[in-house]
């Protein structure tokens, strides 16, 4: 079995699907690992590192050809692994909800399509799962990035000139990347808040140190699937509305993370919320590259209103993206190793975690997520 892996040819992608570590995995399988010269530049890793793993490094035309297995952060153009075997998996993030014609072109080019985006979220997946290790990476980022353009101190300071008061820190949204985010403002030293919709994340959030702050409305949950957040009821927006402007007025920082699958990102903080801030506060949205959280965000950019800062990355994962491929790579591993079989000589993918992820295969689109709405 061929394993190939290309340069990503996205626009700000740093990151790498395959890193020596896991080529040397995957050459003790048994498999042939070819990799794109100049691949790994952006993370870090030289060509040379992959050659003394084991790999191959040539032009995308050589790594391509004969492939089994194409490996990617964002799915490749099919139009680049023509030379791919016909039926080749191809496991990489695939936006499935957006990007349809690409799919429909996975499937007429009779690729089989793995999303790694549709990783069921089950504890035997959990070292698979692409969007928790990359979050975990966004909330720690987004802290950092915040404290820097925040211009003041975090934690508080005793001097003999005087206190400098500690940051006031609100986390919006409290699943993978707002816990980091608890996590990484509260060793920095800030007062750390944080709320969310889904009431099963109270003591999370309190067993990180920091203050729940939750709409107190009978009957109201917000727990959707697979662990994400469900869109809310009107009743719930209007009360999680007011305290939200109750709360936000006092923060110096606040990093929103609230994401739905399949849906544009639900919009929590307003314009007349941000006008009530005090001038030199921060907002980071996370969710930015969705449609954002927070009303006037412009990813990759610094938007100034009321005196307020509001920024956010379009790939928050790819300004670390060294770790961020290391994570990557592994969760690539051990998703492709826990089916490897040794006489198919690749991956045997079984239904619940097989029919989860595969989006197309033998010249159609199969996933029900997909051909369902759903």
């Known amino acids: 079995m061929k394993i190939a892996v290309l340069k990503e040819r996205a626009t700000g992608?740093?990151?790498?699907?395959?890193?020596?570590?896991?080529?040397?995995?995957?050459?003790?399988?048994?498999?042939?690992?070819?990799?794109e010269a100049g691949a790994g530049e952006h993370a870090s890793i030289a060509d040379a590192a992959y050659s003394d793993a084991g790999a191959s490094v040539g032009t995308a035309d050589q790594v391509v050809k004969d492939a089994g297995i194409v490996l990617g952060v964002q799915a490749p153009d099919p139009a680049l692994l023509q030379g791919a075997k016909p039926d080749a998996k191809v496991a990489a993030t695939f936006d499935p909800f957006k990007q349809g014609e690409r799919i429909d072109a996975y499937a007429k080019a009779g690729l089989e399509a793995l999303s790694m985006e549709f990783m069921p979220r089950i504890t035997r997946a959990q070292s698979m799962d692409v969007l928790s290790s990359q979050s975990n990476l966004s909330g720690y980022k987004?802290?950092?990035?915040?404290?820097?353009?925040?211009?003041?101190?975090?934690?508080?300071?005793?001097?003999?000139?005087?206190?400098?008061?500690?940051?006031?820190v609100?986390?919006?949204?409290?699943?993978?990347?707002?816990?980091?985010?608890?996590?990484?403002?509260?060793?920095?030293?800030?007062?750390?808040?944080?709320?969310?919709?889904?009431?099963?994340?109270?003591?999370?959030?309190?067993?990180?140190?920091?203050?729940?702050?939750?709409?107190?409305?009978?009957?109201i949950e917000g727990e959707g699937t697979g662990g994400y957040a469900s869109e809310m009821s009107d009743e719930y927006k209007a009360a999680q509305a007011k305290l939200v402007s109750e709360h936000i007025a006092k923060q110096d920082i606040v990093i929103t993370t609230a994401l739905i699958p399949g849906r544009p990102a639900p919009r929590l903080i307003s314009d007349e919320q941000?006008?009530?801030?005090?001038?030199?506060?921060?907002?980071?949205?996370?969710?930015?590259?969705?449609?954002?959280?927070v009303e006037g965000a412009v990813a990759d950019e610094l938007v100034d209103r009321h005196g307020v800062t509001i920024m956010g990355y379009a790939n928050t994962p790819a300004q670390l993206a060294p770790d961020a491929s290391a994570l990557f790579a592994r969760n690539l591993y051990n998703f492709l190793s826990a089916f490897w079989d040794e006489?198919?000589?690749?991956?045997?993918?079984?239904?619940?975690i097989g029919d989860a992820v595969r989006l197309t295969k033998g010249g159609q689109v199969v996933n029900a997520r997909l051909l369902d709405g759903g």
Request: proline share 4%; net charge negative.
């Open 142 to 168: 987004a802290v950092i990035a915040a404290a820097d353009q925040y211009g003041r101190a975090f934690p508080m300071m005793m001097t003999a000139a005087g206190t400098v008061q500690a940051a006031r």
């Open 343 to 352: 006489e198919a000589g690749g991956p045997v993918l079984d239904e619940e």
């Open 170 to 219: 609100f986390v919006m949204g409290v699943g993978v990347a707002g816990l980091q985010a608890i996590a990484t403002a509260k060793r920095l030293g800030a007062q750390v808040s944080a709320t969310d919709v889904r009431s099963a994340t109270r003591e999370q959030i309190e067993s990180l140190g920091a203050k729940a702050i939750f709409v107190e409305e009978g009957g």
């Open 274 to 293: 941000i006008a009530s801030m005090k001038p030199g506060s921060v907002i980071f949205d996370i969710a930015v590259p969705q449609g954002g959280n």
């Open 13 to 35: 992608e740093t990151r790498v699907a395959l890193t020596p570590e896991t080529a040397k995995k995957f050459i003790a399988l048994g498999a042939d690992v070819a990799v």
